[in-house]
């Protein structure tokens, strides 16, 4: 499965967020500065986790984005959707009733086809594992030192 990068980026940018709670809203082109991305790159792809209820937006002189919700309520799921949207990865068009191999077999295809089917309980397993995880997961997994210096290189920005 292949995902762009703005699942990456979007990601990165929650878990910032989490470390930034206190100096929240920040702008994105902090954000956009900080991750070294074009400011408006950055916008489009968070613009879909305001639009998600993921993320909040601030208009104005102080404003920017925060987190809409604690760290521990937003899954890796729901921003995954959230970029990439609700897209099955794999669509089966059921091929195998095509050309000669289908002409005569309808009674063989009653059922669903077993590769459809194992796709789909692999996909099924992917989105649980995405939705067991939270941002908060991620800022716990990451090391302690990372925290500490996202708010102190904040604190110091100047855009």
Request: hydrophobic share 45%.
């Amino acid at each position: 499965m292949k995902m762009g990068e703005g699942v990456e980026w979007s990601l990165h940018c929650c878990v910032t967020l989490a470390w930034l709670q206190d100096q929240c809203p920040v702008p994105i082109a902090r954000l956009a500065a900080w991750f070294d991305l074009p400011v408006e790159y950055l916008k489009k792809r968070l613009q879909a986790l305001v639009r998600a209820g993921i993320l909040t937006s601030t208009p104005g002189v102080g404003g920017g984005l925060s987190l809409a919700r604690p760290p521990e309520r937003i899954t890796l799921l729901e921003v995954v959707t959230a970029v990439e949207g609700g897209v099955d990865p794999f669509r089966c068009t059921e091929i195998r009733r095509r050309g000669l191999s289908g002409a005569t077999a309808d009674k063989e295809f009653a059922h669903a086809c077993g590769i459809a089917v194992a796709m789909r309980r692999a996909e099924l397993a992917w989105r649980r594992e995405l939705a067991a995880q939270t941002i908060a997961d991620l800022v716990a997994a990451a090391p302690a030192s990372s925290g500490t210096r996202t708010r102190r290189g904040f604190e110091t920005m100047n855009p």
